[in-house]
């Protein structure tokens, strides 16, 4: 399979491409946007554009052609001038790179077996861009080196960057993606020329889900993107971990009666992710808001705010710790009783 058909540009990501293929001009251009929208696939396509040869040198970049000899390298994940940059565990995840390579470890981490893969972009990938940058462009178009999620960088990833970001030598162009700027260093953000990418239209986004997601209609694929923010990835990546939309409107008032079996099975990031959401929507309404994951009838009624608050916290440290290897029965109680105590209505002063 090629890499444009694992990394196929989404149907609201189409125009944007041509948008920002006219528009960015810098060397160095910052993606930014809510997950779940295909950034990934976007900062690809991006840089299929400017390395595709079907069109005459100097001439404005286009959407790549999928038909010249640079689109067959960058398919084949072999093309000399462009480096993808991703953390250890994404790039396992996307299946990026050369079949059944092993993730690259650091000096300070050779010979272990067991260590699980970085969530972090290290300063050892990134010194590769630096040697990377200093080469001339093999096919003469330009060098493109495309760095996901940028804010993974740790801090010394992102000062090492600093300097071949601020002045590339000869060809070098970069592409940085991310959904977190504001972890992002403010010194790296200053260098690179700025562009959001639009979350898709409702209707956009439940057509394609519906699409899809054999046998799944227009009212369920709704109720999967709401569920997901209006993030479609999300939406999908969620129904294949096992989120049903029959039964996800029954969550919240499950959750307040401490019930485990919607949930028994799902991974704790996902519970911890679903409560969170559960806990936002019945802030809003408690502030008289709008909800945003669930409908509103479906949301227990009278929950107090400032045990909402303090839930809202413990979930953010869950969060911090959710592929821990906890025992997941117990951690699964723990949360839900967590989420009842924080649910149920006050009790009346006498």
């Known amino acids: ?103 690259a470890a650091s000096d300070g981490e050779k010979g272990s077996k067991t260590r699980k893969p970085s969530q972090e972009i290290k300063v050892d990938a990134i010194r590769q861009v630096v040697q990377f940058s200093q080469h001339t462009a093999s096919r003469g178009r330009a060098k493109v080196v495309l760095v996901h999620p940028a804010e993974r960088m740790n801090m010394v990833a992102a000062n090492t960057l600093l300097k071949t970001l601020e002045e590339p030598p000869g060809q070098v162009r970069f592409v940085l993606s991310g959904a977190a700027l504001d972890q992002l260093l403010p010194t790296v953000r200053s260098r690179c020329q700025a562009w959001r990418l639009p979350m898709p239209d409702a209707a956009t986004a439940i057509h394609w889900l519906r699409d899809t997601v054999e046998g799944l209609d227009e009212p369920a694929a709704a109720v999967l993107l709401a569920g997901a923010g209006g993030q479609p990835l999300t939406a999908l990546a969620r129904h294949q971990m096992g989120v049903d939309a029959r039964l996800w409107p029954q969550l919240p008032k499950a959750v307040a009666q401490g019930e485990a079996g919607l949930v028994s099975a799902w991974p704790l990031p996902l519970l911890i992710e679903t409560l969170q959401k559960i806990c936002h929507d019945v802030c809003c309404v408690a502030v008289g808001a709008a909800p945003r994951f669930f409908p509103a009838a479906s949301l227990p009624e009278g929950a107090d705010l400032e045990r909402l608050t303090a839930w809202s916290q413990e979930l953010r440290k869950a969060s911090r710790h959710a592929e821990h290897p906890w025992n997941a029965g117990l951690k699964v109680e723990s949360l839900l009783l967590q989420a009842r105590a924080a649910l149920a209505r006050p009790r009346p002063a006498r």
């Not at 000399?80 to 991703?86: A, F, N, R």
Request: proline share 8%; aromatic share 6%; hydrophobic share 50%.
């Open 1 to 103: 399979m090629s890499d444009a058909a694992r990394f196929p540009l989404w149907p609201w990501l189409q125009q944007p491409l041509v948008e920002a293929l006219a528009q960015l001009g810098s060397h160095a251009a910052l993606l930014h946007g809510d997950e779940g929208i295909g950034q990934f696939e976007f900062a690809l396509a991006l840089a299929r554009g400017w390395l595709c040869e079907a069109r005459p040198m100097g001439a404005a970049a286009a959407p790549a052609c999928g038909r010249c000899a640079s689109c067959h390298l960058i398919d084949a994940g072999s093309h000399p001038d462009l480096l993808v940059v991703l953390p250890e565990a994404l790039q396992l995840s996307l299946g990026w790179g050369a079949a059944g390579a092993e993730p």
